[in-house]
């Protein structure tokens, strides 16, 4: 008799993990889709703060440049057919990081010390 219930509970299995977009698990498609969208939401929005194409991809450089590319066109069309001037980003953008080195900046040995001892009397001198 128990296994007369199997097919029934297996294909309850079944149904219930159909329904996994509920649960929040993300198939590949649907997370393609997302990064696609937000990607040219980037690009409406480079164009709308009238940054160049260029400056965009710099910024973004993890989001999809084909993408950024097809939003910025379509907010460039937008704003030309409505006639919208570019709003001006009040917030600069951050600058590049410098890379992270594994050396400290100050010379080896002190030998940044003994540059730095010469020029001080040099300095004073060229006061007198």
Request: proline share 10%; net charge positive.
């Amino acid at each position: 008799m128990r296994r007369l219930y199997a097919p029934f509970v297996l294909s309850a299995a079944c149904l219930m993990l159909a329904g996994c977009d509920q649960l929040g698990i993300e198939s590949p498609a649907t997370a393609s889709a997302k990064r696609e969208a937000d990607s040219k939401a980037i690009g409406g929005a480079c164009r709308h703060a009238g940054r160049a194409i260029e400056d965009c991809y710099t910024l973004n450089k993890k989001a999809d440049k084909a993408a950024i590319y097809a939003g910025w066109r379509e907010m460039n069309e937008y704003m030309r057919e409505n006639k919208l001037e570019p709003v001006v980003p009040v917030i600069p953008p951050e600058p590049p990081k410098p890379p992270k080195s594994k050396k400290p900046a100050s010379a080896p040995d002190g030998e940044g010390d003994e540059a730095a001892a010469d020029e001080k009397p040099a300095a004073k001198s060229a006061k007198h």
